[in-house]
């Protein structure tokens, strides 16, 4: 489990993340609680950032952006990379803009490596020579994995104890970063900078039946809006990388493939259906990792609820340690799970 950094920089409270898997119901719900907060939000979303997709992320409509301001939301054109690490460092300097106008900042979204670069930070690692990986990609075809994870056991151990040796991928890259840096990558882990704020983290989930349910409604109405218009349009734009994030994820990939020829249209919605719901469940799986977030069903739960849980929650992390661990918290790790058990996901 992921616990928050205990060297993090205090703030006067700490700032509300609504999050969830995709098609919970976060925007509904975070409308209503920055209204109630007079926040403003900053989207976790990794898609919506793009001004030229907004069908097949879900993006807020125009008059739910009317009623409560967003940040990053249509801010990028799909020809400008924006990745985890430059979000957390632009959201941290939304949250200092909003605090200055004297409002308050909610987080809002689904993008797991997003949420973790603002929550958690991310290791200032420095770039490494192509011909590095190259190399480790030939010696892994001469050699095999296994080789290559007992040298991560010998030259980064506390990293090898955390990886798994089948994942091949994580092995080349702590790897990688030791042949390309002369340092482990463990080392540029712990010594991270601590991030600015702390967050109170709270998950929406749904029975699992439900939320499937939802994500096929979703996809269907995507399809009535006009998403296949949307991709033709993106698919004729300059300098477009198609076989790149945003446009390579689920719900731009399989039109992309439609349109291509590669696949009818049954088997795309088919595909986007499967794929949406796959991703979901490892949302889930992601959110889980962290044993500080709180868990609500999202069939009950009302903006109420979740103002209640997260007042309750910022009051115990404010609180100095003696008292936060002498009250009673209303979602500990154990709480959490029961919770996300009640909501009947699937991991």
Do not use: C
Request: aromatic share 6%; proline share 6%; glycine share 6%.
């Amino acid at each position: 489990m992921i616990k928050p950094p205990d060297d993090r920089a205090p703030s006067a409270s700490p700032f509300l993340t609504l999050a969830g898997p995709t098609a919970v119901g976060k925007t509904a719900q975070s409308l209503a609680v920055a209204e109630a907060l007079d926040a403003e939000i900053i989207s976790a979303d990794s898609r919506q950032v793009y001004e030229e997709i907004n069908i097949g992320t879900a993006t807020p409509s125009d008059e739910e952006r009317d009623r409560v301001p967003h940040h990053f939301i249509n801010e990028r054109s799909l020809q400008q990379s924006f990745s985890a690490g430059e979000f957390a460092e632009a959201a941290n300097a939304r949250i200092r803009a909003i605090q200055n106008r004297g409002r308050r900042a909610m987080i809002v979204g689904g993008s797991t490596l997003y949420l973790h670069a603002l929550q958690e930070g991310l290791a200032d690692i420095p770039d490494v020579d192509d011909a590095v990986r190259a190399r480790l990609e030939e010696r892994l075809d001469e050699e095999g994995a296994e080789a290559l994870y007992q040298e991560l056991q010998e030259v980064d151990p506390a990293q090898a104890a955390k990886a798994d040796p089948t994942k091949t991928h994580r092995v080349l890259r702590a790897l990688e970063v030791y042949h390309g840096t002369g340092k482990p990558l463990t080392s540029y882990h712990e010594n991270q900078t601590p991030p600015p704020f702390s967050f109170v983290t709270l998950v929406l989930n749904r029975d699992r039946e439900r939320l499937y349910d939802r994500i096929n409604r979703r996809v269907d109405r995507m399809l009535e809006r006009g998403l296949l218009d949307e991709v033709r349009a993106v698919m004729e734009m300059d300098g477009v990388a198609l076989d790149e994030p945003p446009l390579s994820t689920i719900g731009y990939r399989e039109p992309i493939q439609h349109l291509r020829g590669e696949i009818d249209k049954d088997e795309m919605v088919r595909l986007v259906k499967r794929n949406t719901r796959r991703y979901a469940k490892r949302q889930l799986t992601w959110f889980r990792r962290y044993d500080h977030y709180h868990w609500l069903d999202a069939e009950t739960a009302s903006p109420g609820t979740i103002l209640r849980t997260y007042r309750r929650a910022a009051s115990l992390a404010s609180a100095p340690p003696s008292a936060a661990d002498s009250s009673p918290a209303d979602s500990s790790p154990a709480d959490a799970d029961a919770a996300g058990a009640a909501g009947g996901s699937s991991t």
